[in-house]
């Protein structure tokens, strides 16, 4: 790994030369985790977000610094052009895809559970409604709604006209909005239902699972074609216990998953599957499986996410 790859990660600090700081690197490391949480919510990936981070980088550190006023609003231009460029790939690749598609999880920190709103946005409900935006309109919701960037700022990162991106931005909040989930859901509430539900599974209660799922539940499972998981999605309570019937007297251990509680499944020592949950009116409404062991290897670390 190369000096710059390690500054674009953020496993160095910022250089010095004869006691002068390197601002440059401190102004990137400064708003390292607003740029990858940018890349994340348009791209779902943490592995992608990461590229696109060190392409950033790259750009960030060849400029002639002198001419830039606002570098805060610099980065996210330049990280929200990779991420679109990065997103029109990736939607290609999924149409290959083997089954459900589901974001790669990210181990976060208490903190992010404290902002209600960045962690709705993060959660993989919210990712994949995202996931059914255009690239633009993804950008423009994400720069807009989640971080709250004025409409000439946006206009510079997707090269549009403000007011194109004024309308851009009803167009997908209105999108959005059809399809979020319909209500805040506190994470005590969520803590409470996930509990519930450990207890049921571990102890093998099919009848306490029953109580605690929404008839209409749906269940996404995404083993990338790696593992063995569901290829389509499983609906409907009776069905979906029954294949969670199959993790009976597994042991499941709590976590925080992309700002929202949720539980990890190991097997022999190793993570097997990240299951997330929807709760909506104090039932599951949804579950969410991730399998595909290419998306679960950020997991023994947390990772860094902010505004």
Do not use: C
Not at 5 to 33: K, M, Q, V, Y
Not at 120 to 131: R, T, Y
Not at 167 to 185: D, G, K, L, S
Not at 235 to 254: F, I
Request: hydrophobic share 45%; net charge negative; charged share 25%.
């Amino acid at each position: 790994m190369d000096e710059r790859t390690e500054r674009a990660t953020g496993t160095t600090g910022p250089s010095t030369h004869a006691g002068r700081t390197d601002s440059p690197t401190e102004a990137f490391i400064a708003h390292r985790n607003l740029l990858f949480t940018v890349a994340y919510e348009m791209l779902g990936s943490a592995t992608d977000a990461e590229d696109v981070l060190q392409e950033t980088w790259l750009r960030w550190a060849d400029i002639d610094h002198d001419t830039v006023r606002d570098p805060r609003a610099f980065l996210v231009r330049i990280t929200t052009r990779q991420a679109l460029t990065r997103l029109r790939t990736l939607r290609r690749r999924k149409e290959s895809y083997v089954g459900p598609w589901l974001p790669e999880p990210l181990l976060t920190a208490p903190d992010v559970a404290e902002d209600i709103e960045l962690a709705d946005n993060v959660s993989m409900a919210m990712l994949l409604v995202l996931e059914t935006l255009a690239p633009t309109e993804r950008a423009v919701f994400v720069l807009r709604e989640v971080f709250e960037l004025g409409y000439d700022e946006i206009a510079q990162a997707v090269d549009k006209s403000p007011a194109a991106v004024r309308q851009i931005a009803h167009r997908a909040r209105a999108h959005v909005t059809a399809r979020r989930p319909r209500e805040a859901v506190s994470p005590a509430e969520t803590r409470s239902v996930i509990a519930a539900f450990q207890q049921a599974v571990e102890t093998g209660d099919l009848q306490r699972l029953l109580d605690m799922i929404a008839p209409d539940v749906v269940l996404l499972t995404d083993g990338g074609g790696v593992v063995r998981a569901a290829l389509e999605p499983v609906v409907g309570a009776e069905t979906v216990v029954d294949v969670l019937s199959r993790l009976m007297s597994a042991t499941l251990q709590p976590t925080r998953v992309n700002g929202r509680p949720a539980l990890i499944l190991r097997k022999e020592g190793r993570i097997d599957t990240v299951l997330a949950v929807r709760v909506e009116d104090g039932l599951i409404a949804g579950l969410y499986a991730v399998r595909n062991p290419e998306k679960l290897s950020r997991l023994d670390r947390e990772t860094a996410i902010g505004r």
